[in-house]
């Protein structure tokens, strides 16, 4: 069997062609004349330019010439074969057609093709990545500004609780205390019988308070409650007292 000068030419393979034009038209004005801008898809142009290369192997310059052509691109395929890998993978009937229908339609191989949807859907991929981590980054960021400003509140509102409840409590020992003892100077020990009726006044008062105080249990009130400081200034007048009826003692 004989093989021809241009059995190697791929004759569905535009990019080659366009190559093998380009190449001969570098030292062959004629083939850069008639194949510049070509469309390789056309069976017509790929017969013409296969026509062209017969008429002119007559001459020796030309058949020199086309055998580089020739061995160059044997080193290009080379050079592509070494980034390159064989896989064999079974495709349903339907995505081969598909695939088939694709490279048709666009001119290229289903090698191509197929390379070409692989490297785009790994571009997609690593730009959703991107893109998901830079979202991350803001919303780490804007939760990290909330905690900020949440703490900032936090603090002042405790602050503020924590000063109101000192007040109240203040309030409602000085008014018990003078109730129990009209006349005389709120800030003076009591007397030891005027304690039980100071601890009975102040009762209703906490009572009173207490069901508007029950929503700081919700945020985590860290001072006193209000009853422990009550309990405090009660405590503190009872020593008060004790040490009006034992003055000997210090």
């Not at 026509?51 to 055998?67: L, Q, V």
Request: with cysteine; net charge positive; charged share 25%.
């Amino acid at each position: 069997m004989t093989t021809t000068s241009h059995a190697w030419i791929e004759h569905n393979n535009p990019a080659q062609l366009r190559w093998i034009a380009d190449y001969l038209g570098r030292t062959q004005p004629d083939f850069q004349q008639e194949f510049m801008g070509d469309d390789f898809a056309r069976p017509d142009r790929v017969a013409r330019l296969i026509e062209s290369i017969k008429e002119h192997m007559y001459s020796p310059a030309f058949r020199e010439e086309y055998g580089k052509l020739r061995n160059a691109w044997r080193q290009k395929k080379v050079r592509q074969q070494r980034d390159k890998k064989s896989a064999t993978f079974m495709l349903p009937t339907s995505t081969l057609t598909t695939l088939e229908k694709l490279a048709k339609q666009q001119h290229q191989t289903k090698v191509k093709v197929l390379s070409t949807v692989i490297a785009d859907a790994w571009h997609d991929h690593q730009r959703a990545t991107a893109n998901a981590q830079k979202a991350k980054a803001i919303y780490q960021q804007q939760l990290k500004n909330q905690r900020g400003n949440y703490e900032q509140r936090e603090q002042a509102y405790q602050r503020v609780i924590a000063t109101l409840l000192t007040a109240v409590a203040e309030h409602i020992d000085q008014r018990c205390s003078l109730e129990a003892k009209i006349g005389g100077s709120d800030s003076l020990p009591l007397e030891a019988g005027d304690i039980a009726t100071y601890e009975a006044l102040m009762k209703p008062h906490l009572a009173a308070l207490m069901p508007h105080l029950t929503n700081l249990t919700l945020v985590r009130f860290k001072g006193e409650s209000l009853s422990k400081q009550l309990a405090n200034l009660v405590q503190a007048r009872k020593q008060a007292a004790e040490t009006l009826t034992t003055p000997g003692e210090s």
